[in-house]
């Protein structure tokens, strides 16, 4: 049978709450006989962010780094931080730079956040996105977003009177992503085009990444269509005619992180975009020595205005494991159950506060169980 190592970042606020249902999510695939026959799952728990530093001091010890690199070959992660870590200092210090340090540590560069007006369910757009419907209807892409260097990881400087962060990026980060970007596309058919966004008329980091993303398409996927987009005037399309993004949205780290979160629009909520930080794909092949690795965690925050009251919406933490099974164990058919599961919950009207309904974050959990054992059997 094949072994998968999975480390648990609960974190903080109502990271805790969403992690226990994406667990018992998992737990309850991993013990279909269909499952259990060729899969085991081995858990273990670590303290990420605020937690952390009330703990250790630091967002994240290198203990539990190495964990993540040596031992883990997927990590769930829910959220971190909180007011009560606010006035410490940010970057890699703060609660957030637990989760920056990982994604380096692991050199998951890749940051794969699909978004679609019918995802997770037809009706939650339809309700909740502030958008026309006939503006939103169709949209489906997927951006891909540069999750280990750029301005994130750049050189800093913070005096009192100045500050810096050095936003470079050199030929091989560039390439390297774009391939992910290039191979995401060619799974869809016929293949999606894959659209990157830059500031090429202003920055020159921006400048090596158009140059170096067109000669990469052009040299090895010249059967996927690419184009460039302004990232300012992406935003305003976006907004006006998403379906014009369709396909795979490549960005760099600052940009992706924006146009990420602007995503959430189209759907009209945080709770239910689940996210994929990854080293490679399934099925493509990894430089010598190097082991696929990934980190799975919801595009929202910790959310302390409603932490410890049960009432979080585990929606984007359970599709983290749908996105787990597809990118970490290549379990298609797994990934589509859970996804098909939350899909006939949410429709069935069964929804936490965020999406005005009554059900709480334990009940919302142990519906798509239910709905599991119904599709499965
Ligand atoms: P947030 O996403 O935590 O919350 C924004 C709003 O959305 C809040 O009203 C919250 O109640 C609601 N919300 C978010 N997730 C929800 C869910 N699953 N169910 C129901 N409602 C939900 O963003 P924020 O308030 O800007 O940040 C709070 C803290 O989280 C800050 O310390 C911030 O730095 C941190 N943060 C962490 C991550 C992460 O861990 N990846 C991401 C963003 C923000
Ligand atoms: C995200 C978050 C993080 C980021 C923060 C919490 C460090 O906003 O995952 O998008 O900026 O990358
Ligand atoms: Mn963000």
Redesign the pocket.
């Known amino acids: 049978a094949h072994t998968h190592n999975i480390l648990l970042f609960p974190g903080d606020g109502i990271g805790p709450e969403v992690m226990a249902e994406a667990v018992k999510i998992l737990n309850h695939v991993a013990s279909l006989a269909s499952v259990s026959a060729s899969h085991q799952f081995h858990f273990r728990s670590e303290l990420i962010g605020g937690c952390s530093i009330d703990e250790h001091g630091k967002s994240v010890t290198p203990e539990v780094l190495s964990i993540a690199r040596d031992w883990a070959d997927a990590v769930l992660f829910a959220a971190?931080?909180g007011p009560k870590w606010d006035s410490q200092r940010r970057g890699l210090d703060g609660p957030?730079g637990g989760?920056?340090q990982v994604r380096r540590a692991l050199d998951i560069y890749a940051n794969l956040r699909p978004c679609a007006a019918d995802t997770p369910s037809p009706s939650i757009s339809r309700e909740f996105s502030p958008f026309k419907r006939d503006v939103i209807e169709g949209v489906d892409f997927v951006v891909v977003r540069e999750n280990c260097g750029g301005a994130?990881f750049g050189k800093k400087i913070e005096d009192a009177d100045y500050a810096m962060d050095e936003w470079g990026y050199s030929t091989a980060e560039i390439q390297r992503v774009t391939r992910i970007a290039a191979q995401l596309a060619l799974r869809h058919n016929p293949p999606w085009p894959v659209i990157s966004l830059d500031k090429a008329n202003v920055l020159a980091s921006s400048r090596l990444w158009r140059k170096v993303f067109e000669q990469t398409m052009q040299t090895e996927f010249p059967q996927v269509q690419y184009m460039n987009q302004l990232a300012d005037s992406a935003s305003l399309i976006l907004a006006i005619n998403p379906r014009k993004l369709n396909g795979v949205l490549l960005a760099d780290?600052t940009f992706g992180?924006m146009i990420?979160?602007q995503a959430g629009s189209i759907v009209g909520t945080l709770g239910v975009l689940p996210?994929a930080s990854l080293n490679t794909l399934p099925g493509l092949p990894l430089d010598a020595g190097k082991k696929q690795k990934a980190l799975y965690?919801p595009?929202h925050?910790s959310a302390p205005d409603i932490a410890g009251k049960n009432i979080a919406n585990p929606t984007a933490m359970i599709l983290c494991v749908a996105l787990m099974f597809r990118y970490s164990f290549d379990m298609e058919k797994e990934a589509k159950q859970i996804e098909d599961a939350v899909r006939n919950v949410l429709e069935a009207g069964v929804r936490t506060g965020d999406l005005r309904g009554t059900a709480t974050t334990k009940e919302f959990g142990d519906a798509v169980v239910a709905e599991l054992e119904k599709i499965a059997s």
């Open positions: 971190v931080g957030e989760l920056l994130y780290n992180d990420s979160d996210s965690e595009t925050g």
